[in-house]
């Protein structure tokens, strides 16, 4: 990814920080026909590294798949059960205090093929903070689809 794409990705980084705030951020490229996902940003390199893999089917749980990747829906998850029902790394993300998570689709034509992940304590969010990371991704779009090599 070159310098401007990271430059740009912080763009995003910073409209989520100021708009809905967050503890950790990361945006996810789905690949291999939607059975891997890569992270191509965080916020913290140092746990989550840019590059780092997950594999959808052993990964990930099934559910939370045809929500954000199948039905192309965001995902709220409110306590820190939704956020370990989601992800097999929960422990991880739990110690940086996570407890509420939302996930925000990225479309390109008819197919998902990123998503943001927004972070922060335990009740943390409301639906008004949903509405407000999906307009996020809707005005930064172009710019995650090509840092994603779309």
């Given at each position: 990814?070159?310098?401007t794409?990271?430059?740009?990705?912080?763009?995003?980084?910073r409209?989520?920080?100021?708009?809905?705030?967050?503890?950790l951020f990361?945006?996810?490229?789905?690949?291999?026909?939607?059975r891997?996902m890569e992270?191509?940003?965080s916020?913290?390199?140092?746990e989550?590294?840019?590059?780092?893999r997950?594999?959808?089917t052993?990964?990930v749980?099934?559910?939370?798949?045809?929500v954000c990747?199948v039905?192309?829906k965001?995902f709220?998850?409110q306590?820190?059960?939704?956020?370990?029902?989601i992800?097999k790394?929960a422990?991880?993300?739990t110690?940086?205090?996570?407890?509420s998570?939302?996930?925000?689709?990225?479309l390109?034509a008819?197919?998902?093929v990123?998503?943001l992940?927004?972070?922060?304590?335990?009740g943390?969010?409301?639906?008004?903070?949903?509405?407000?990371?999906?307009?996020?991704?809707?005005?930064?779009?172009?710019t995650?689809?090509?840092a994603?090599?779309?």
């Amino acid at each position: 990814m070159s310098g401007t794409e990271v430059h740009r990705l912080q763009d995003v980084e910073r409209a989520v920080k100021e708009e809905v705030g967050f503890k950790l951020f990361t945006i996810l490229a789905f690949r291999d026909q939607g059975r891997q996902m890569e992270r191509i940003y965080s916020s913290h390199p140092r746990e989550y590294p840019v590059g780092g893999r997950k594999d959808v089917t052993r990964d990930v749980a099934k559910d939370w798949l045809d929500v954000c990747l199948v039905a192309q829906k965001p995902f709220f998850g409110q306590t820190r059960a939704d956020v370990e029902w989601i992800f097999k790394d929960a422990d991880l993300i739990t110690s940086l205090g996570c407890g509420s998570i939302i996930n925000a689709p990225i479309l390109r034509a008819d197919t998902t093929v990123a998503a943001l992940n927004v972070l922060d304590a335990e009740g943390a969010y409301t639906e008004q903070d949903v509405d407000k990371v999906l307009d996020i991704a809707r005005r930064y779009t172009a710019t995650i689809l090509e840092a994603a090599g779309e």
